[in-house]
């Protein structure tokens, strides 16, 4: 199993980006899915989950509002459009899958990507 993301880069304040982040090896339509962030100096913590269905969705307080995460089981993958982004949200961000269909803020996912640096420059 192999979870790649693609998406990041540099973004100025109240820009946007749209992560993107696909599962390969075996079929994750079953699956919850989340997306993560570690920023310097801090430890890993949770941005958004979609639960097998795409139906149910959970964010972190301070990106409500401002970022989307979907999901298309056909293909295998997840997005997270990111909206109104903030100098705070500069961090790695780590997309993660589990065979469980149900969300988990906590890091407890099967497989992990490598990630992919977002920064916001203000």
């Known amino acids: 199993v192999q979870v790649v993301e693609s998406g990041g880069g540099f973004v100025q304040v109240g820009g946007s980006l749209r992560l993107s982040c696909g599962a390969s090896?075996?079929?994750?339509?079953?699956?919850?899915y989340a997306w993560f962030r570690q920023a310097p100096g801090k430890e890993r913590e949770f941005v958004a989950a979609?639960?097998?269905?795409?139906?149910?969705?959970y964010y972190e307080d301070s990106v409500k509002g401002r970022f989307t995460i979907s999901r298309d089981n056909a293909k295998n993958t997840v997005t997270l459009q990111m909206n109104s982004l903030k100098p705070e949200d500069t961090a790695v961000y780590y997309c993660?899958?589990?065979?469980?269909?149900?969300?988990?803020?906590?890091?407890?996912?099967?497989?992990w990507g490598q990630g992919t640096q977002v920064t916001v420059s203000s």
């Open positions: 993660a899958v589990r065979n469980s269909p149900y969300m988990a803020k906590s890091p407890t996912y099967d497989y």
């Open positions: 090896g075996r079929s994750f339509s079953s699956g919850a």
């Open positions: 979609i639960n097998w269905s795409g139906l149910n969705t």
